[in-house]
């Protein structure tokens, strides 16, 4: 049977794309984000899972304002980066597993949950930045399940709708007949807002509090509302919803292995966490 070796989470902000790109992880402004990196590629090197299911928001590469569901799932045999504006070099395309993809999206519409399946899909910074950030050369050889949450288009789902759907999704690859060993990450966050009155919005007590909370106790996290979590972590910082799904996956014993948070990136407070999980 499959099984869940852990969950990554990291912000996903394009700069760091960028920085890649120009070979900056040693600048002093990088220095302090990329150091949290190593120690979780030598991580994934020695677990060496063979899927990485990539929880993330896409920002309008693939769905747009005026079609955006909730939530969707990739079931192709690959997906493609494209040009968003943000300067990133575009990336070969990533690989898929459409056979586990439609082994969770089936399980998870047997399950109450209503995805939209797509099997043509654009991967935009959400997904592309973290496969770059985790799996660095391998990026493109490591196979992937996509799953998209809406963070972007209001009315976006609640923290305990997210966590749910993160169990679910666990449940689902643990009853997969194959002996495979999957990873998953859940991108984006953590505070950041990019517009409007509140533009350059950071609450760090809120974000470590979370960030303590999602290992020791995330059924408390999913008290918020969505609304909740726009006021506390600004209005692109709900991308945390992410990190609850990540965590929701997560069904066994869980240990964080590593974190690192720092401010600001771009204009995000950068977070990042490797928990492991065990049987
Ligand atoms: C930034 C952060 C994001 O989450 C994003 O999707 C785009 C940009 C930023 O801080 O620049
Ligand atoms: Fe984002």
Redesign the pocket.
């Known amino acids: 049977m499959a099984k869940i070796v852990g969950g990554i989470t990291t912000?996903?902000?394009?700069?760091i794309g960028n920085a890649i790109a120009k070979h900056k992880e040693q600048d002093p402004y990088w220095k302090p984000f990329f150091d949290g990196f190593p120690p979780v590629r030598e991580w994934l090197n020695e677990v060496k899972p063979d899927v990485a299911v990539m929880i993330y928001?896409d920002?309008g590469l693939n769905f747009f304002l005026d079609k955006m569901p909730t939530f969707a799932i990739g079931a192709a045999e690959q997906f493609s980066n494209e040009d968003e504006g943000?300067g990133l070099p575009t990336l070969p395309p990533f690989k898929g597993d459409p056979k586990l993809s439609w082994h969770i999206i089936e399980s998870l519409v047997e399950n109450e949950f209503d995805i939209t399946s797509c099997q043509e899909m654009k991967v935009d910074?959400?997904f592309v930045v973290p496969m770059q950030l985790l799996f660095a050369e391998k990026a493109g050889q490591t196979k992937t399940v996509p799953v998209c949450i809406n963070t972007v288009q209001h009315p976006i789902p609640s923290p305990k709708r997210c966590y749910k759907l993160g169990q679910a999704i666990g449940r689902a690859v643990e009853s997969y007949p194959e002996d495979i060993k999957v990873v998953v990450i859940g991108t984006?966050?953590l505070s950041?807002q990019?517009d409007g009155q509140r533009a350059g919005f950071i609450n760090k007590k809120f974000d470590l509090m979370c960030m303590e909370k999602l290992v020791s106790d995330p059924e408390s996290l999913t008290q918020m509302s969505a609304r909740d979590l726009v006021r506390e972590a600004g209005s692109?910082g709900a991308?945390f919803l992410m990190w609850l799904a990540m965590r929701g996956a997560l069904t066994g014993r869980v240990t964080e292995l590593r974190s690192n948070y720092h401010i600001?990136?771009?204009?995000?407070a950068a977070g990042m966490m490797l928990l492991a999980n065990a049987a």
């Open positions: 912000s996903h902000i394009p700069a928001n920002h943000w910074h959400a984006g966050g950041h990019l692109q991308e600001p990136i771009s204009n995000t």
